[in-house]
């Protein structure tokens, strides 16, 4: 099978082309290397194991000849982070959105089956254990908190509307919080900017009081979902909640990564209005329920936290020997 990942030189893109490329599938990445890295993938590059197409999936004309010369698609490519987000909304708006709009409508039009990924981010401020079709509950649309989250449902109702009235062949995932190797703190992710801040011996920064849970997810867990949902032909048409099960708050999260690295940084906490600006909502709770997907393909979660937190650990260790 011929492959294209949107975003693939990104955090899970290139995580997804190591495991086609491991099965013998030819894979294309099409990114334009604005928040991914070329060193994500430049062993695949070297072993000719995948092709790097260096541009941005808004170009409609480029998304279109890739995906008519590929056989399935994973649409990865994303404005993604809370601190990216709340920095620059109007750029994640439309990156997000017109990138989804070409992709999908490339793929309807060239009959490629399309996996989408969205997030989470969409149940907005909903506490409770989350279905598919739990309601979604959100702030104003002036606050740059909710730009990401409208962004993709803007995205899935696209998805929906091509299956339904084209026949398209796309189905949604929605990733709860994906950690792992290669992942950057740069534009807000909790875990990497932990484990570089505990490397380095500086404060950890907790935001707000540090009772906030996630249910962090093993990227290589994530990316088994992938793999079995595009596969899966009664997958088509319909929204899949991918995570685990288990919360951590982000207080148990710093502590446990002040343990495993055997760092003697201090843990301190941060106002969300010092970090991320004056209106900043952050959320309370955010836990998964994945019984439509295990029901489906049998999948679930089956990596610990303290793994993925070892990987990462690891993983910035390697890349700081590598830079001495």
């Known amino acids: 099978m011929k492959y294209l990942i949107t975003g693939g030189a990104g955090f899970i893109g290139s995580h997804l082309a190591d495991r086609l490329a491991e ?11 604005s928040t991914g890295k070329l060193d ?5 590059l070297d072993a000719g194991s995948a092709d790097l ?30 601190q990216l987000i709340v920095d620059t909304p109007l750029e994640s708006m ?3 959105t017109r990138g989804m709009e070409a992709v999908i409508e490339a793929a309807a039009g060239a009959g490629v089956r399309l996996l989408v990924a969205s997030s989470s981010e969409i149940y907005g401020k909903s506490s409770a254990t989350l279905h598919e079709d739990s309601d979604r509950v959100l702030g104003s649309p002036s606050l740059a908190r909710w730009t990401y989250a409208n962004a993709k449902v803007h995205g899935e109702m696209l998805a929906y509307g091509y299956a339904k009235q084209r026949g398209a062949e796309n189905i949604v995932v929605r990733l709860f919080n994906t950690v792992g190797p290669r992942q950057t703190g740069r534009y807000g992710m909790v875990l990497p900017r932990f484990v570089r801040q505990a490397l380095a011996g500086e404060e950890i920064t907790v935001y707000g009081d540090g009772r906030q849970s996630r249910c962090f997810t093993h990227v290589c867990d994530s990316i088994e979902a992938l793999l079995q949902l595009i596969d899966c032909e009664g997958a088509i048409g319909h929204p899949f909640n991918v995570g685990r099960h288990s919360e951590v708050t982000i207080q148990e999260l710093a502590e446990r990564v002040v343990r ?6 201090r843990i301190s906490h941060t106002p969300y209005e010092q970090a991320y600006g004056e209106g900043f909502e952050e959320l309370g709770r955010r836990r998964p329920d994945t019984s439509r997907i295990e029901e489906l393909i049998g999948w679930r979660a089956r990596l610990s936290i303290e793994a993925a937190i070892s990987d990462v650990i690891d993983h910035q260790r390697e890349a700081a020997a590598l830079a001495a």
């Open 260 to 265: 495993m690295t055997g760092s003697s940084s």
């Open 94 to 96: 439309q990156r997000n």
């Open 40 to 44: 994500n993938v430049q062993h695949l």
């Open 23 to 33: 099965r013998g599938d030819e894979v294309v990445l099409l990114d334009d290397l």
């Open 53 to 82: 197409v260096e541009g941005c999936v808004t170009d409609l004309a480029l998304v279109e000849d890739l995906i008519g010369a590929a056989d399935r698609c994973f649409h990865l490519a994303s404005a993604v982070g809370v």
